[in-house]
């Protein structure tokens, strides 16, 4: 980046020189002449920082100096180090100047920061921030239902290329809000998931008359008082499942009465309508036992991550050997066949089926079968963030689980469909669950729900093949020993230094071999 400030020189903050800031001495004028100075870009440079995750570095950075205003732009990895600019922010910089820009991570590593005040100017280098916000505003906006979809915002495909913008930050959120209002347009609707948040001071502070539903779920709300911000708001329906401050009541009754006393005219809390008075409750998510919570959060998230993989054959290992498998798919063949989706038209449909021998063909059994089955439908991306969980049976030797959803077919960027899946788990001796049974529906979306921030075309997390149980131990040890004919420790030493994958494991016993390194105590006598 070329520096033409139209000024003198500019200045380099370490940690020495930004204790001389803080004790506030006079040799120190010009450092902040160039931090007062709105019309500068200055320069972040994080030492180590490609050792971190681009938003865990950020992150560390903005909760070090909240709530002062500081918005990270043009975030990028250097050699070792990483670097931002950012603009308007002098009480933050002297914030960080009186840590001696020495930060801790939630990890508690430290990160240290060196920074270059007045490094450009914004006419010199020039972003516009505001016109790429209205932007994604405008485009997470719907018209049709006065909605602002505002989820994980941070995280917006397009604008986290050049802004990170997170809404914990209450200067952020209250900005974001106001430019909606005045400049797109007002909204009922408020979808504020997983942003992190802990305070709605933002919106306290706000004119938003015409809000009557608001989606806060997966925060980081801690108590039921942080709701006074929407005293004077017309609240008809919340959500508030997956903060903190869930977890401080021990009915539903007392849940429902402190809310009543920030929002009195809700109707609906957690998709629950609490209207009606002596009527059964309706959740978003049901655990008759909620010890297996995590359980089931667990599986479900490892079998999508499997699942969405380019090659679903990763799955083998978590189907029984006895499992069955059926597919039905809601959307009618004719309709289906506009819309390229034939791939999934080959389903055992009890009320839809004409060919009863059929439904013989159409009902897997075995993993192989079912593995066979699974791997010819369409890639997919599965939208964790829509799942809803029902933990329907569970007797600590077999559970019966429900989670339904949204995920993209990748074969069509466009492509919303909606889907349930029901497994029934059998608890092994080896303390894991296998799959015995995978029953499994596709449908439209509802109401043409539209995946506004998930990127189809990107891959699901990398698996990395681990087996966590003796017998699979037991029996890779086996198989490894009656390829290579080694003893059963080196057996145990190869497959350790690959965690467990056999293919690696029995390239470097043949590197080895060819070379001459294996001893020959190592084989079997």
């Not at 732009?73 to 914030?95: L, W």
């Not at 039905?328 to 063949?333: C, D, E, H």
């Given at each position: 980046m ?8 500019t ?10 800031v803080?004790?506030?001495q ?12 709105p ?10 920082g490609?050792?971190?995750?681009k938003?865990?570095?950020?992150k ?12 990270p ?23 960080l ?8 991570n939630?990890?508690g590593?430290?990160?240290?920061l060196?920074i ?8 010199d ?22 909605s602002?979809?505002?989820?994980a ?5 397009d604008l986290?290329?050049t802004?990170y ?9 209250k900005?974001?809000?106001n ?34 539903y ?9 108590n039921m008082?942080?709701?006074g ?18 977890e401080?009541?021990s ?7 402190s809310v ?9 809390l957690?998709?629950?309508s ?11 998510n ?12 667990q ?5 999508f ?10 799955l ?6 006895h499992?069955?498998?059926s597919f ?6 004719t ?6 989706l ?6 055992r ?18 993993e192989?079968n ?21 933990l329907?049976y569970?007797?600590?030797e077999?559970i019966?689980?429900?989670v ?6 990748k074969g069509?960027?466009?492509e919303v469909l ?5 497994f ?8 894991e669950y ?10 439209d979306?509802?109401n ?10 990107a ?9 966590f ?8 040890i086996t ?6 004919k080694?003893t ?5 030493t190869?497959?350790?230094?690959e ?11 043949m590197?080895?071999l ?10 079997k006598i």
């Open positions: 070329q520096r033409n400030l139209g000024c003198s020189r200045r380099t903050l370490d940690s020495s020189v930004a204790i001389k803080t004790m506030g006079n040799s120190m004028f010009q450092e902040r002449l160039l931090m007062e100075n019309n500068l870009w200055h320069e972040f440079k994080v030492i180590r490609a050792e971190y995750d938003e865990e570095v950020l560390a950075i903005l909760n070090s100096v909240d709530p002062l205003h500081l918005l732009v043009k975030y990028q990895v250097r050699g070792e180090d990483s670097y931002f600019i950012a603009n308007n922010c002098g009480p933050a910089i002297e914030k100047c009186r840590s001696r820009l020495i930060i801790k939630p990890r590593n430290t990160l240290i060196i270059v005040l007045g490094f450009a100017s914004v006419h280098l020039n972003v516009n921030i505001q016109p790429l916000l209205l932007t994604t505003l405008k485009k997470r906006y719907d018209a049709n239902t006065k602002l979809d505002l989820e915002f941070h995280k917006d495909l986290s290329k802004v913008c997170p809404l914990s930050q209450t200067a952020n959120l900005y974001v809000l430019l909606v209002k005045n400049t797109v347009a007002t909204f009922e609707h408020l979808n504020l998931k997983h942003n992190e948040l802990y305070t709605l001071e933002a919106i306290q502070f706000s004119d938003f008359m015409s809000l009557k608001i989606d806060l779920r997966f925060n980081s709300i801690m008082k942080d709701l911000a929407l005293n004077d708001l017309t609240i008809v329906k919340l959500w508030l499942d997956g903060n903190p401050l869930c401080n009541y009915s539903a009754k007392q849940y429902i009465n009543k006393t920030y929002c009195p005219h809700i109707i609906q957690d998709g629950v609490i209207s009606v008075s002596n009527m059964p409750l309706m959740y978003h049901y655990f008759t036992d909620s010890t297996k919570q995590e359980l089931v959060y599986f479900v998230s490892h079998f991550n499997l699942y969405d993989q380019e090659d679903r054959m990763v083998r290992g978590l189907y029984d050997k499992a069955f498998y039905s798919f809601s959307i009618p063949f309709i289906a066949h506009r819309r390229d034939v791939q999934f038209t080959t389903n449909n009890i009320l839809q089926i004409t060919d009863l021998n059929k439904l013989d063909n159409f009902l897997h059994y075995g192989d079912i593995l066979n089955a699974i791997k010819i439908l369409p890639k997919t991306y599965h939208d964790k963030h829509s799942f809803q969980y029902d329907i569970d007797d600590n077999c019966v689980i429900s339904s959803g949204l995920f993209k077919n069509n960027e466009a909606s889907f349930n899946r029901t029934i788990l059998s608890f092994s001796p080896d303390n296998n799959i015995i049974n995978d029953q499994y529906n596709i449908g979306a509802p043409n729900k539209t995946l506004i921030n998930i990127d189809s075309t891959h699901s997390e990398d698996f990395i093949p681990v087996c149980s003796s017998t699979e131990k037991f029996e890779i198989k490894f020993g009656q390829i290579t080694l059963k420790d080196w057996c145990k190869y497959l350790n230094e965690n467990w994958d056999m293919r690696k494991s029995i390239q470097n016993f590197k080895d060819k070379s001459n390194s294996v001893p020959q105590e190592a084989f």
